[in-house]
Protein backbone atom coordinates (compact mmCIF):
# COMPACT_ATOMS: atom_id res chain seq x y z
CA UNK A 1 0.00 0.00 0.00
CA UNK A 2 2.98 2.82 1.17
CA UNK A 3 5.22 0.45 -1.68
CA UNK A 4 1.73 1.52 -3.97
CA UNK A 5 1.51 5.15 -3.05
CA UNK A 6 5.90 6.18 -3.11
CA UNK A 7 5.58 4.61 -6.45
CA UNK A 8 2.47 6.91 -7.65
CA UNK A 9 4.06 9.69 -5.91
CA UNK A 10 8.25 8.95 -7.55
CA UNK A 11 5.79 8.46 -11.21
CA UNK A 12 4.54 12.17 -10.93
CA UNK A 13 7.90 13.77 -9.62
CA UNK A 14 9.19 11.69 -12.75
CA UNK A 15 6.58 13.16 -15.27
CA UNK A 16 7.13 16.37 -13.87
CA UNK A 17 11.02 16.95 -14.52
CA UNK A 18 10.01 15.41 -18.21
CA UNK A 19 7.52 17.92 -18.94
CA UNK A 20 9.55 20.86 -17.58
CA UNK A 21 11.72 19.16 -20.57
CA UNK A 22 9.30 19.22 -23.12
CA UNK A 23 8.99 23.12 -22.08
CA UNK A 24 12.72 23.68 -22.22
CA UNK A 25 12.97 21.72 -25.58
CA UNK A 26 9.88 24.28 -26.95
CA UNK A 27 11.84 27.35 -26.25
CA UNK A 28 15.11 26.50 -26.66
CA UNK A 29 16.27 23.59 -28.78
CA UNK A 30 13.35 23.35 -31.55
CA UNK A 31 14.04 25.58 -34.31
CA UNK A 32 13.89 29.46 -34.20
CA UNK A 33 16.59 31.44 -32.22
CA UNK A 34 15.17 32.83 -29.01
CA UNK A 35 18.17 35.23 -29.03
CA UNK A 36 17.32 36.40 -32.37
CA UNK A 37 13.58 36.89 -31.96
CA UNK A 38 14.86 39.60 -28.84
CA UNK A 39 17.06 41.58 -30.67
CA UNK A 40 15.85 41.40 -33.84
CA UNK A 41 16.53 40.36 -37.24
CA UNK A 42 18.77 43.54 -38.38
CA UNK A 43 20.94 43.74 -34.37
CA UNK A 44 24.78 43.97 -34.95
CA UNK A 45 26.86 40.76 -34.63
CA UNK A 46 28.01 42.23 -31.02
CA UNK A 47 24.40 42.80 -29.96
CA UNK A 48 23.25 39.39 -30.88
CA UNK A 49 26.55 37.33 -29.32
CA UNK A 50 25.19 39.39 -25.72
CA UNK A 51 22.22 38.15 -26.30
CA UNK A 52 22.98 34.65 -26.76
CA UNK A 53 25.63 35.14 -23.87
CA UNK A 54 22.44 36.53 -21.64
CA UNK A 55 20.19 33.78 -22.35
CA UNK A 56 23.05 31.58 -21.70
CA UNK A 57 22.59 29.83 -25.20
CA UNK A 58 26.52 29.45 -25.68
CA UNK A 59 26.41 26.39 -22.83
CA UNK A 60 25.77 23.22 -23.95
CA UNK A 61 21.80 22.07 -23.79
CA UNK A 62 22.10 19.45 -20.82
CA UNK A 63 24.36 22.08 -19.00
CA UNK A 64 21.49 24.52 -19.65
CA UNK A 65 18.88 22.60 -18.99
CA UNK A 66 19.82 21.97 -15.40
CA UNK A 67 20.48 25.52 -14.75
CA UNK A 68 16.59 25.91 -15.85
CA UNK A 69 15.10 23.22 -14.05
CA UNK A 70 16.74 24.62 -10.89
CA UNK A 71 15.93 27.98 -11.85
CA UNK A 72 12.42 26.42 -11.94
CA UNK A 73 12.53 24.84 -8.31
CA UNK A 74 14.01 28.13 -6.71
CA UNK A 75 11.41 30.25 -8.01
CA UNK A 76 13.36 31.93 -10.80
CA UNK A 77 11.14 31.79 -13.69
CA UNK A 78 13.13 34.47 -15.71
CA UNK A 79 11.78 37.40 -16.87
CA UNK A 80 8.58 38.79 -18.97
CA UNK A 81 9.85 40.50 -22.23
CA UNK A 82 6.45 42.33 -22.69
CA UNK A 83 6.03 43.69 -19.07
CA UNK A 84 9.81 44.22 -17.91
CA UNK A 85 8.08 41.62 -14.75
CA UNK A 86 9.16 38.61 -13.26
CA UNK A 87 6.93 35.95 -15.13
CA UNK A 88 6.32 34.00 -11.84
CA UNK A 89 4.51 37.21 -10.82
CA UNK A 90 2.35 37.18 -13.47
CA UNK A 91 1.55 33.96 -14.06
CA UNK A 92 0.22 34.06 -9.96
CA UNK A 93 -2.18 36.79 -11.08
CA UNK A 94 -3.38 35.51 -14.00
CA UNK A 95 -3.85 32.34 -11.85
CA UNK A 96 -6.08 34.53 -9.10
CA UNK A 97 -8.83 34.68 -12.24
CA UNK A 98 -8.22 31.61 -13.85
CA UNK A 99 -8.79 29.05 -11.14
CA UNK A 100 -11.98 30.94 -9.73
CA UNK A 101 -13.09 30.48 -13.08
CA UNK A 102 -12.00 26.45 -13.62
CA UNK A 103 -13.16 26.18 -10.38
CA UNK A 104 -16.66 27.55 -10.95
CA UNK A 105 -16.64 25.97 -14.20
CA UNK A 106 -16.37 22.08 -12.54
CA UNK A 107 -18.75 23.09 -9.30
CA UNK A 108 -21.65 23.45 -12.41
CA UNK A 109 -20.64 20.87 -14.47
CA UNK A 110 -20.77 17.90 -11.35
CA UNK A 111 -23.94 20.19 -10.50
CA UNK A 112 -25.83 19.13 -14.12
CA UNK A 113 -23.99 16.09 -14.53
CA UNK A 114 -24.59 14.69 -11.22
CA UNK A 115 -28.63 14.36 -11.13
CA UNK A 116 -28.41 13.87 -14.60
CA UNK A 117 -26.11 10.95 -15.11
CA UNK A 118 -28.42 9.30 -12.08
CA UNK A 119 -31.86 10.27 -13.39
CA UNK A 120 -30.69 8.93 -16.85
CA UNK A 121 -29.69 5.48 -15.11
CA UNK A 122 -32.01 4.71 -12.70
CA UNK A 123 -34.39 4.54 -15.92
CA UNK A 124 -32.65 2.57 -18.86
CA UNK A 125 -34.73 2.85 -21.65
CA UNK A 126 -36.47 5.60 -20.91
CA UNK A 127 -37.32 9.44 -22.22
CA UNK A 128 -35.29 10.70 -19.49
CA UNK A 129 -32.08 8.33 -20.61
CA UNK A 130 -32.62 8.80 -24.22
CA UNK A 131 -32.85 12.65 -23.71
CA UNK A 132 -29.75 12.93 -21.77
CA UNK A 133 -28.32 10.27 -24.38
CA UNK A 134 -28.88 12.92 -27.02
CA UNK A 135 -28.21 15.79 -24.94
CA UNK A 136 -24.44 14.91 -24.27
CA UNK A 137 -23.78 13.70 -28.23
CA UNK A 138 -24.66 17.57 -28.62
CA UNK A 139 -23.20 19.06 -25.68
CA UNK A 140 -19.48 17.54 -25.96
CA UNK A 141 -19.42 18.64 -29.80
CA UNK A 142 -20.09 22.09 -28.76
CA UNK A 143 -17.08 24.69 -28.74
CA UNK A 144 -17.01 26.66 -25.39
CA UNK A 145 -15.99 30.04 -26.82
CA UNK A 146 -18.67 29.54 -29.52
CA UNK A 147 -21.43 29.06 -26.72
CA UNK A 148 -19.61 32.10 -25.16
CA UNK A 149 -20.31 34.77 -27.82
CA UNK A 150 -23.88 33.39 -28.06
CA UNK A 151 -24.41 33.36 -24.11
CA UNK A 152 -23.07 37.27 -24.53
CA UNK A 153 -25.81 37.98 -26.37
CA UNK A 154 -28.29 36.25 -24.85
CA UNK A 155 -28.12 37.47 -21.11
CA UNK A 156 -25.94 40.42 -21.37
CA UNK A 157 -26.89 42.43 -24.35
CA UNK A 158 -30.36 41.22 -24.67
CA UNK A 159 -31.63 41.10 -21.18
CA UNK A 160 -28.66 42.67 -19.57
CA UNK A 161 -28.60 40.74 -16.38
CA UNK A 162 -24.93 39.84 -16.15
CA UNK A 163 -21.70 41.72 -16.96
CA UNK A 164 -20.57 41.01 -20.63
CA UNK A 165 -17.03 41.16 -20.13
CA UNK A 166 -14.02 42.33 -18.08
CA UNK A 167 -12.81 41.90 -14.92
CA UNK A 168 -13.19 44.88 -12.18
CA UNK A 169 -10.46 42.92 -10.11
CA UNK A 170 -11.41 41.03 -6.72
CA UNK A 171 -11.85 43.86 -4.43
CA UNK A 172 -15.02 45.36 -6.36
CA UNK A 173 -18.30 44.34 -5.45
CA UNK A 174 -19.66 41.66 -6.85
CA UNK A 175 -16.45 40.76 -8.73
CA UNK A 176 -17.59 37.29 -9.62
CA UNK A 177 -20.56 38.49 -11.13
CA UNK A 178 -17.94 38.69 -14.01
CA UNK A 179 -17.24 34.92 -14.19
CA UNK A 180 -21.21 33.72 -14.37
CA UNK A 181 -21.05 33.46 -18.00
CA UNK A 182 -17.75 32.74 -18.75
CA UNK A 183 -18.03 29.75 -16.17
CA UNK A 184 -21.33 28.67 -17.67
CA UNK A 185 -19.99 28.00 -21.04
CA UNK A 186 -17.06 26.63 -19.77
CA UNK A 187 -19.13 24.38 -18.01
CA UNK A 188 -21.43 23.09 -20.67
CA UNK A 189 -19.35 20.98 -22.39
CA UNK A 190 -17.99 19.37 -19.65
CA UNK A 191 -21.32 18.65 -17.43
CA UNK A 192 -22.39 16.35 -21.12
CA UNK A 193 -18.76 14.53 -20.55
CA UNK A 194 -19.58 14.56 -17.42
CA UNK A 195 -23.00 13.09 -17.22
CA UNK A 196 -22.43 10.25 -19.45
CA UNK A 197 -19.35 9.09 -17.33
CA UNK A 198 -22.06 9.20 -14.75
CA UNK A 199 -24.90 7.45 -16.17
CA UNK A 200 -22.17 4.28 -17.47
CA UNK A 201 -20.95 3.96 -14.10
CA UNK A 202 -24.24 3.91 -12.14
CA UNK A 203 -25.90 1.59 -14.93
CA UNK A 204 -22.55 -0.20 -14.61
CA UNK A 205 -23.73 -1.00 -10.85
CA UNK A 206 -26.97 -1.40 -10.95
CA UNK A 207 -26.73 -4.39 -12.64
CA UNK A 208 -24.27 -5.65 -9.85
CA UNK A 209 -25.54 -8.16 -7.49
CA UNK A 210 -25.43 -6.49 -3.88
CA UNK A 211 -28.14 -4.13 -5.86
CA UNK A 212 -30.62 -6.74 -7.04
CA UNK A 213 -30.41 -7.73 -3.55
CA UNK A 214 -30.75 -4.25 -1.72
CA UNK A 215 -33.90 -4.06 -4.36
CA UNK A 216 -34.84 -7.74 -2.85
CA UNK A 217 -35.20 -6.62 0.59
CA UNK A 218 -37.31 -3.91 -0.22
CA UNK A 219 -35.27 -0.95 -0.06
CA UNK A 220 -36.75 2.42 -0.84
CA UNK A 221 -35.46 2.98 -5.20
CA UNK A 222 -33.84 6.29 -4.48
CA UNK A 223 -31.58 4.59 -1.45
CA UNK A 224 -30.21 1.66 -3.74
CA UNK A 225 -29.40 4.48 -6.99
CA UNK A 226 -28.46 7.66 -4.15
CA UNK A 227 -26.60 5.28 -2.10
CA UNK A 228 -25.33 1.93 -3.50
CA UNK A 229 -25.38 3.36 -7.00
CA UNK A 230 -23.90 6.70 -6.27
CA UNK A 231 -21.07 5.77 -3.82
CA UNK A 232 -19.65 2.92 -6.17
CA UNK A 233 -20.10 4.91 -9.03
CA UNK A 234 -18.21 7.66 -7.58
CA UNK A 235 -14.28 6.03 -9.02
CA UNK A 236 -14.91 6.32 -12.60
CA UNK A 237 -16.71 9.97 -11.74
CA UNK A 238 -13.72 11.09 -10.17
CA UNK A 239 -11.41 9.65 -12.64
CA UNK A 240 -13.65 11.40 -15.59
CA UNK A 241 -13.58 14.70 -13.43
CA UNK A 242 -9.81 14.45 -13.40
CA UNK A 243 -9.18 13.35 -17.11
CA UNK A 244 -11.22 16.56 -18.45
CA UNK A 245 -9.72 18.75 -16.16
CA UNK A 246 -7.01 19.59 -19.00
CA UNK A 247 -9.92 20.11 -21.28
CA UNK A 248 -11.28 22.68 -18.68
CA UNK A 249 -8.09 24.63 -18.15
CA UNK A 250 -7.32 24.79 -21.83
CA UNK A 251 -11.05 25.96 -22.72
CA UNK A 252 -10.54 28.52 -19.62
CA UNK A 253 -7.56 30.33 -21.15
CA UNK A 254 -10.14 30.32 -24.63
CA UNK A 255 -13.05 31.68 -23.05
CA UNK A 256 -11.36 34.17 -20.99
CA UNK A 257 -10.34 35.80 -24.33
CA UNK A 258 -14.02 36.23 -25.30
CA UNK A 259 -14.89 38.02 -22.11
CA UNK A 260 -11.41 40.16 -21.90
CA UNK A 261 -10.81 37.91 -18.64
CA UNK A 262 -7.08 39.19 -17.37
CA UNK A 263 -5.93 35.52 -16.46
CA UNK A 264 -3.27 32.78 -18.22
CA UNK A 265 -5.28 32.77 -21.52
CA UNK A 266 -5.16 36.25 -21.91
CA UNK A 267 -1.54 36.00 -20.79
CA UNK A 268 -0.61 33.31 -23.27
CA UNK A 269 -2.41 35.41 -26.14
CA UNK A 270 0.02 38.32 -25.35
CA UNK A 271 3.07 36.13 -25.05
CA UNK A 272 2.40 34.89 -28.51
CA UNK A 273 2.11 38.04 -30.00
CA UNK A 274 5.11 39.71 -28.45
CA UNK A 275 6.84 36.62 -28.95
CA UNK A 276 7.57 36.60 -25.42
CA UNK A 277 9.61 33.52 -24.06
CA UNK A 278 10.52 33.32 -20.87
CA UNK A 279 6.46 34.12 -20.08
CA UNK A 280 5.23 31.33 -22.50
CA UNK A 281 7.64 28.44 -20.96
CA UNK A 282 6.59 30.21 -17.43
CA UNK A 283 2.41 29.42 -18.68
CA UNK A 284 2.81 26.28 -20.30
CA UNK A 285 5.25 24.54 -17.06
CA UNK A 286 2.88 25.83 -14.22
CA UNK A 287 -0.50 24.83 -16.60
CA UNK A 288 1.20 21.23 -17.28
CA UNK A 289 2.41 20.80 -14.05
CA UNK A 290 -1.03 21.16 -12.27
CA UNK A 291 -2.64 19.08 -14.55
CA UNK A 292 -0.07 16.19 -14.12
CA UNK A 293 -0.83 16.97 -9.83
CA UNK A 294 -4.72 17.06 -10.65
CA UNK A 295 -3.79 13.42 -12.27
CA UNK A 296 -1.79 12.49 -9.15
CA UNK A 297 -4.34 13.78 -6.74
CA UNK A 298 -6.87 11.58 -8.40
CA UNK A 299 -4.80 8.64 -8.24
CA UNK A 300 -4.17 8.97 -4.64
CA UNK A 301 -8.00 9.82 -4.05
CA UNK A 302 -8.77 5.94 -4.70
CA UNK A 303 -6.82 5.45 -1.62
CA UNK A 304 -9.92 7.15 -0.02
CA UNK A 305 -12.82 6.23 -2.05
CA UNK A 306 -11.96 2.68 -2.19
CA UNK A 307 -11.39 0.48 1.12
CA UNK A 308 -10.01 -2.13 -1.45
CA UNK A 309 -7.23 -0.25 -2.43
CA UNK A 310 -6.05 0.24 0.91
CA UNK A 311 -6.20 -3.44 1.45
CA UNK A 312 -4.89 -5.51 -1.89
CA UNK B 1 -32.50 -0.49 -36.29
CA UNK B 2 -32.49 1.29 -32.89
CA UNK B 3 -28.95 0.14 -32.38
CA UNK B 4 -27.84 1.70 -35.41
CA UNK B 5 -29.55 4.64 -34.93
CA UNK B 6 -26.37 6.66 -33.58
CA UNK B 7 -24.66 6.22 -36.69
CA UNK B 8 -26.96 6.94 -38.96
CA UNK B 9 -27.49 10.18 -37.50
CA UNK B 10 -23.78 10.56 -37.37
CA UNK B 11 -23.55 9.89 -40.74
CA UNK B 12 -26.39 12.31 -41.52
CA UNK B 13 -25.10 15.14 -39.58
CA UNK B 14 -21.26 14.58 -41.00
CA UNK B 15 -22.67 14.80 -44.63
CA UNK B 16 -24.63 17.72 -44.12
CA UNK B 17 -22.22 19.86 -42.42
CA UNK B 18 -19.36 18.67 -44.77
CA UNK B 19 -21.64 19.09 -48.00
CA UNK B 20 -20.70 22.48 -48.56
CA UNK B 21 -17.49 22.29 -48.14
CA UNK B 22 -17.28 19.65 -50.68
CA UNK B 23 -19.11 21.73 -53.13
CA UNK B 24 -16.77 24.39 -52.34
CA UNK B 25 -14.30 23.25 -54.41
CA UNK B 26 -16.20 23.07 -57.43
CA UNK B 27 -18.60 25.84 -57.10
CA UNK B 28 -19.35 29.15 -54.56
CA UNK B 29 -22.12 31.20 -54.78
CA UNK B 30 -19.92 34.59 -54.41
CA UNK B 31 -16.54 35.49 -53.99
CA UNK B 32 -15.92 35.00 -50.20
CA UNK B 33 -13.07 37.58 -49.95
CA UNK B 34 -14.42 40.29 -52.13
CA UNK B 35 -17.09 42.79 -50.05
CA UNK B 36 -20.47 42.68 -50.78
CA UNK B 37 -23.11 46.06 -51.03
CA UNK B 38 -25.33 44.60 -48.37
CA UNK B 39 -23.79 44.57 -45.21
CA UNK B 40 -25.60 42.33 -42.32
CA UNK B 41 -27.88 41.00 -44.39
CA UNK B 42 -30.61 38.19 -42.65
CA UNK B 43 -30.80 34.86 -43.84
CA UNK B 44 -32.46 34.97 -47.29
CA UNK B 45 -32.73 33.08 -50.61
CA UNK B 46 -30.23 35.20 -52.48
CA UNK B 47 -28.00 34.46 -49.13
CA UNK B 48 -28.93 31.79 -47.21
CA UNK B 49 -26.98 32.82 -44.53
CA UNK B 50 -26.80 36.19 -44.40
CA UNK B 51 -23.83 38.28 -44.88
CA UNK B 52 -21.39 39.82 -42.77
CA UNK B 53 -19.57 43.19 -41.85
CA UNK B 54 -18.27 43.24 -44.87
CA UNK B 55 -20.99 42.64 -46.93
CA UNK B 56 -19.36 38.94 -48.11
CA UNK B 57 -21.76 35.81 -48.17
CA UNK B 58 -21.77 33.53 -45.35
CA UNK B 59 -22.94 30.61 -47.09
CA UNK B 60 -19.36 31.06 -49.19
CA UNK B 61 -17.37 31.92 -46.39
CA UNK B 62 -18.55 28.88 -44.53
CA UNK B 63 -17.82 26.64 -47.81
CA UNK B 64 -14.18 28.00 -47.64
CA UNK B 65 -13.42 28.35 -43.80
CA UNK B 66 -13.98 24.74 -43.68
CA UNK B 67 -10.89 23.77 -45.79
CA UNK B 68 -8.41 24.70 -43.46
CA UNK B 69 -9.80 23.14 -40.55
CA UNK B 70 -10.46 20.17 -41.97
CA UNK B 71 -7.16 19.84 -43.45
CA UNK B 72 -4.76 20.68 -40.85
CA UNK B 73 -7.25 18.45 -38.41
CA UNK B 74 -6.95 15.59 -40.71
CA UNK B 75 -2.99 16.01 -41.03
CA UNK B 76 -2.88 16.50 -37.20
CA UNK B 77 -4.81 13.12 -36.60
CA UNK B 78 -2.58 11.15 -39.17
CA UNK B 79 0.52 11.98 -37.67
CA UNK B 80 -0.20 12.58 -34.14
CA UNK B 81 -1.98 8.94 -34.68
CA UNK B 82 0.88 7.32 -36.37
CA UNK B 83 3.37 8.03 -33.91
CA UNK B 84 1.52 7.35 -31.19
CA UNK B 85 0.83 3.85 -32.60
CA UNK B 86 4.38 3.38 -33.05
CA UNK B 87 5.25 4.95 -29.07
CA UNK B 88 2.68 2.62 -27.60
CA UNK B 89 3.62 -0.34 -30.28
CA UNK B 90 7.44 -0.27 -29.33
CA UNK B 91 6.22 0.12 -25.28
CA UNK B 92 3.91 -2.73 -25.50
CA UNK B 93 6.05 -5.05 -27.25
CA UNK B 94 9.37 -4.20 -25.62
CA UNK B 95 7.62 -4.18 -22.14
CA UNK B 96 10.04 -3.23 -19.21
CA UNK B 97 12.49 -0.36 -18.83
CA UNK B 98 11.35 0.91 -22.60
CA UNK B 99 8.23 0.55 -21.30
CA UNK B 100 8.04 2.52 -18.30
CA UNK B 101 10.08 5.58 -20.40
CA UNK B 102 7.58 5.44 -23.26
CA UNK B 103 4.57 5.71 -21.17
CA UNK B 104 5.99 8.62 -18.87
CA UNK B 105 6.80 10.52 -21.98
CA UNK B 106 2.94 9.80 -22.90
CA UNK B 107 1.83 10.49 -19.82
CA UNK B 108 4.24 14.05 -20.15
CA UNK B 109 2.21 14.74 -23.37
CA UNK B 110 -1.02 14.28 -22.00
CA UNK B 111 -0.32 17.63 -19.89
CA UNK B 112 -0.22 19.51 -22.36
CA UNK B 113 -3.85 20.28 -23.95
CA UNK B 114 -3.50 20.93 -27.52
CA UNK B 115 -4.23 24.72 -26.79
CA UNK B 116 -1.62 25.14 -24.73
CA UNK B 117 0.96 23.56 -26.86
CA UNK B 118 -0.37 25.44 -29.86
CA UNK B 119 -0.02 28.71 -27.75
CA UNK B 120 3.70 27.70 -26.71
CA UNK B 121 4.71 26.52 -29.94
CA UNK B 122 3.09 29.85 -31.61
CA UNK B 123 5.09 31.99 -28.84
CA UNK B 124 8.77 30.32 -30.36
CA UNK B 125 7.90 30.05 -33.96
CA UNK B 126 4.97 32.87 -34.15
CA UNK B 127 1.40 32.23 -34.96
CA UNK B 128 0.68 30.39 -38.38
CA UNK B 129 0.00 26.70 -39.21
CA UNK B 130 2.65 24.67 -38.30
CA UNK B 131 2.38 25.71 -35.00
CA UNK B 132 -0.83 24.72 -34.75
CA UNK B 133 -0.72 21.17 -36.72
CA UNK B 134 2.03 20.37 -34.71
CA UNK B 135 0.63 21.15 -31.72
CA UNK B 136 -2.46 18.94 -32.60
CA UNK B 137 -0.66 16.10 -33.55
CA UNK B 138 1.71 15.78 -29.96
CA UNK B 139 -1.98 16.47 -28.65
CA UNK B 140 -3.21 12.98 -30.16
CA UNK B 141 0.30 10.98 -29.49
CA UNK B 142 -0.78 10.22 -25.51
CA UNK B 143 -4.79 8.62 -27.25
CA UNK B 144 -2.83 6.44 -29.42
CA UNK B 145 0.00 4.85 -27.41
CA UNK B 146 -2.01 4.38 -24.37
CA UNK B 147 -4.47 2.18 -26.92
CA UNK B 148 -1.97 0.39 -28.53
CA UNK B 149 0.09 0.13 -25.75
CA UNK B 150 -2.75 -1.60 -23.70
CA UNK B 151 -3.65 -3.63 -26.94
CA UNK B 152 -0.18 -4.74 -27.64
CA UNK B 153 0.51 -6.28 -23.78
CA UNK B 154 -2.93 -8.69 -23.97
CA UNK B 155 -2.74 -9.53 -27.63
CA UNK B 156 1.04 -10.84 -27.48
CA UNK B 157 -0.05 -13.09 -23.98
CA UNK B 158 -3.21 -14.48 -26.65
CA UNK B 159 -2.70 -18.11 -27.67
CA UNK B 160 -2.48 -17.07 -31.82
CA UNK B 161 0.30 -14.94 -30.88
CA UNK B 162 2.26 -17.53 -28.75
CA UNK B 163 1.64 -20.38 -31.46
CA UNK B 164 2.51 -17.76 -34.64
CA UNK B 165 5.56 -17.10 -32.16
CA UNK B 166 6.04 -21.10 -31.77
CA UNK B 167 5.47 -22.05 -35.47
CA UNK B 168 8.74 -19.47 -35.94
CA UNK B 169 7.69 -16.03 -36.96
CA UNK B 170 9.77 -13.42 -36.22
CA UNK B 171 8.99 -9.97 -34.31
CA UNK B 172 7.93 -8.14 -37.47
CA UNK B 173 5.66 -10.83 -38.94
CA UNK B 174 3.92 -10.71 -35.53
CA UNK B 175 3.84 -7.34 -35.02
CA UNK B 176 2.01 -6.44 -38.36
CA UNK B 177 0.45 -9.73 -39.15
CA UNK B 178 -0.89 -11.07 -35.77
CA UNK B 179 -1.20 -8.17 -33.06
CA UNK B 180 -2.08 -4.84 -35.49
CA UNK B 181 -4.97 -6.10 -37.27
CA UNK B 182 -6.23 -6.81 -34.20
CA UNK B 183 -6.49 -3.42 -32.81
CA UNK B 184 -6.90 -1.59 -36.39
CA UNK B 185 -10.82 -0.56 -35.28
CA UNK B 186 -10.75 0.59 -31.67
CA UNK B 187 -7.46 3.07 -33.66
CA UNK B 188 -9.98 3.53 -36.49
CA UNK B 189 -12.77 4.43 -33.76
CA UNK B 190 -10.14 6.55 -31.98
CA UNK B 191 -8.81 8.30 -34.93
CA UNK B 192 -12.58 9.51 -35.89
CA UNK B 193 -13.36 10.72 -32.03
CA UNK B 194 -9.79 12.96 -32.10
CA UNK B 195 -10.90 13.89 -35.78
CA UNK B 196 -13.45 15.97 -33.87
CA UNK B 197 -11.49 17.34 -31.05
CA UNK B 198 -8.91 18.19 -33.35
CA UNK B 199 -11.68 20.33 -35.16
CA UNK B 200 -12.52 21.94 -32.09
CA UNK B 201 -9.00 22.73 -30.93
CA UNK B 202 -8.18 24.07 -33.93
CA UNK B 203 -11.10 26.62 -34.40
CA UNK B 204 -10.43 27.90 -30.68
CA UNK B 205 -7.43 28.30 -32.27
CA UNK B 206 -7.73 29.85 -34.83
CA UNK B 207 -10.61 32.30 -33.15
CA UNK B 208 -7.11 33.11 -30.87
CA UNK B 209 -6.03 34.00 -34.53
CA UNK B 210 -3.00 31.56 -34.02
CA UNK B 211 -3.75 29.47 -36.77
CA UNK B 212 -4.88 30.33 -40.83
CA UNK B 213 -3.83 34.27 -41.12
CA UNK B 214 -6.29 36.66 -42.73
CA UNK B 215 -7.97 37.46 -45.79
CA UNK B 216 -8.93 33.27 -46.04
CA UNK B 217 -11.96 32.49 -43.92
CA UNK B 218 -11.47 29.96 -41.05
CA UNK B 219 -14.64 28.91 -39.07
CA UNK B 220 -12.94 29.45 -35.90
CA UNK B 221 -11.52 32.82 -36.94
CA UNK B 222 -14.96 33.75 -38.57
CA UNK B 223 -16.31 33.26 -35.15
CA UNK B 224 -14.00 36.15 -33.82
CA UNK B 225 -14.93 38.82 -36.25
CA UNK B 226 -18.30 38.64 -35.75
CA UNK B 227 -18.13 38.45 -32.07
CA UNK B 228 -17.98 42.36 -32.09
CA UNK B 229 -20.97 42.49 -34.30
CA UNK B 230 -23.20 40.25 -32.35
CA UNK B 231 -25.86 43.09 -31.76
CA UNK B 232 -26.06 43.95 -35.12
CA UNK B 233 -26.63 41.09 -36.49
CA UNK B 234 -25.96 37.41 -34.55
CA UNK B 235 -26.07 35.34 -38.06
CA UNK B 236 -22.61 35.45 -38.89
CA UNK B 237 -21.47 34.15 -34.90
CA UNK B 238 -24.16 31.30 -35.15
CA UNK B 239 -23.74 29.80 -38.56
CA UNK B 240 -19.49 29.27 -38.39
CA UNK B 241 -19.92 27.91 -34.96
CA UNK B 242 -22.94 25.53 -35.91
CA UNK B 243 -21.53 23.80 -38.91
CA UNK B 244 -18.15 23.28 -36.76
CA UNK B 245 -20.48 21.91 -33.53
CA UNK B 246 -22.35 19.89 -36.43
CA UNK B 247 -19.34 18.15 -37.90
CA UNK B 248 -18.00 16.88 -34.53
CA UNK B 249 -21.54 16.30 -33.47
CA UNK B 250 -21.14 13.48 -36.41
CA UNK B 251 -17.81 12.06 -36.19
CA UNK B 252 -18.05 11.37 -32.15
CA UNK B 253 -21.64 9.58 -33.37
CA UNK B 254 -19.85 7.87 -35.50
CA UNK B 255 -17.20 7.35 -33.48
CA UNK B 256 -19.40 5.72 -31.09
CA UNK B 257 -21.38 3.75 -33.63
CA UNK B 258 -18.72 2.05 -35.30
CA UNK B 259 -17.59 1.23 -31.72
CA UNK B 260 -20.74 -0.93 -30.63
CA UNK B 261 -21.19 -1.88 -33.92
CA UNK B 262 -17.67 -3.83 -33.91
CA UNK B 263 -17.58 -4.87 -29.92
CA UNK B 264 -21.26 -5.77 -29.02
CA UNK B 265 -19.88 -6.68 -25.52
CA UNK B 266 -19.46 -3.12 -24.95
CA UNK B 267 -23.40 -2.35 -26.07
CA UNK B 268 -25.79 -0.55 -23.70
CA UNK B 269 -24.22 1.44 -21.00
CA UNK B 270 -21.12 -1.03 -20.51
CA UNK B 271 -18.56 1.55 -21.25
CA UNK B 272 -17.55 3.61 -18.51
CA UNK B 273 -13.94 2.34 -19.28
CA UNK B 274 -13.53 2.76 -22.65
CA UNK B 275 -15.24 6.58 -22.37
CA UNK B 276 -12.46 7.50 -20.01
CA UNK B 277 -9.62 6.42 -22.75
CA UNK B 278 -11.20 7.75 -25.95
CA UNK B 279 -12.38 11.02 -24.84
CA UNK B 280 -11.48 13.79 -22.37
Known amino acids: ?312 | MRRHLGLGVGVACLVLALAPVGVGFLWLPYDPVLPGPVRFAPPSLEHPMGTDWFGRDLLARVMVGGRASLAVALLAVALGGAAGTLLGGVAGYAGGFVEEVAMRISDALLAFPAVLAALLLGAVWGPGLPGVATALALFNVPFFARLTRAGFASLKRREFVIAARASGAGPGRLIFRHIVPNLASPLLVQATVSLGAALLAEASLSYLRLGVQPPFPAWGRMLREAQDSVPLSPWPAVFPGAILALTVLGLNLIGDGVRDLLDPTLRQSRRASTDVRSRT
Open chain 1, 1 to 312: MLVHLLRRVGTAAFTLVLVSFLVFLAIHIVPGDPARVLVGPDAAAAEYAAARERLGLDTPWPIRFVRWLGGLARGDWGESLRYSRPARELVARGLTVTVPLAGLALALALAVALPLGLAAASSPGRWIDLATVGLVQVGTALPEFWLAILLVRLFAEGMGLLPAGGFPGWEAQAAWMHLVLPSIALALPRAAYLARMVRAAVADVLREDYVRTARAKGLAAWRVVGIHGLRNALLPVVTGAGLTFARLLAGAMVVENVFGLPGLGRLAVVAVEARDLPLAAALATVVAGAIVLVSLAVDLSYVVLDPRMRHP
